[in-house]
T-cell receptor, first 110, second 115 residues
Framework: QKEVEQDPGPLSVPEGAIVSLNCTYS??????FMWYRQYSRKGPELLMYTYSSGNKEDGRFTAQVDKSSKYISLFIRDSQPSDSATYLC??????????FGRGTSLIVHP | GAGVSQSPSNKVTEKGKDVELRCDPI?????LYWYRQSLGQGLEFLIYFQGNSAPDKSGLPSDRFSAERTGGSVSTLTIQRTQQEDSAVYLCASSLDRQYYNEQFFGPGTRLTVL
């Protein structure tokens, strides 16, 4: 079992839908949780970062961390075709090297 | 300002040849990371530099892989005697310092194809 599990998708939704992206993990030491967005043939870029448990909101994006369940989520409201990308979760704690999920491919169709 | 740059953007080579991949981090970023991304896979950590030293080389898959960083800036990843399984996108990232969390800024990657 990998330390971080993420469904690769693809996840296809209509424009305007609410999107839920998720990762599970096994390492209790993880304290920092990140979501990166990667467009095709580009490098990942940080979308959101959360420390420990709780929620964080930024515009149409909300990140949730449930450490008791070892489960993190990224919600995208009012999804747009420009949100079509691969979303990678990443996490670390006790190490300078984050552990990345495989990424979920999201397609938002008009 | 300038982001992380990588060169070449694409590299096609024959099995058995050596290749060098270059990364120019953001100026002032002391931490530098190399990752490998294969189709449908996540980011596989290769090596981490703090300044010119590499405290963590644990991700290098074999002794055919090596990396160096000079002047606390440019880094080169070298793959000797390339194999077809080395085909992947090699990504470089840099960050300000070595706190547990620090935003990593990624370059566009080098797409390596070994024939």
């Amino acid at each position: 079992q990998k330390e971080v599990e993420q469904d690769p998708g693809p996840l296809s939704v209509p424009e305007g839908a609410i999107v839920s992206l998720n990762c599970t993990y096994s390492n209790s030491a993880f304290q920092y949780f990140m979501w990166y967005r990667q467009y095709s043939r580009k490098g990942p870029e940080l979308l959101m970062y959360t420390y420990s448990s709780g929620n964080k909101e930024d515009g149409r994006f909300t990140a949730q961390v449930d450490k008791s369940s070892k489960y993190i989520s990224l919600f995208i409201r009012d999804s747009q075709p420009s949100d079509s990308a691969t979303y990678l979760c990443a996490m670390n704690g006790g190490s300078y090297i984050p552990t990345f999920g495989r990424g979920t491919s999201l397609i938002v169709h008009p | 300002g300038a982001g992380v740059s990588q060169s070449p953007s694409n590299k096609v080579t024959e099995k058995g040849k050596d290749v060098e991949l270059r990364c120019d981090p953001i100026s002032g970023h002391t931490a530098l990371y190399w990752y490998r991304q294969s189709l449908g896979q996540g980011l596989e950590f290769l090596i981490y530099f703090q300044g010119n030293s590499a405290p963590d080389k644990s991700g290098l898959p074999s002794d055919r892989f090596s990396a160096e960083r000079t002047g606390g800036s440019v880094s080169t990843l070298t793959i000797q005697r390339t194999q077809q399984e080395d085909s992947a996108v090699y990504l470089c990232a840099s960050s300000l310092d070595r706190q547990y969390y620090n935003e990593q800024f990624f370059g566009p990657g080098t797409r390596l194809t070994v024939l």
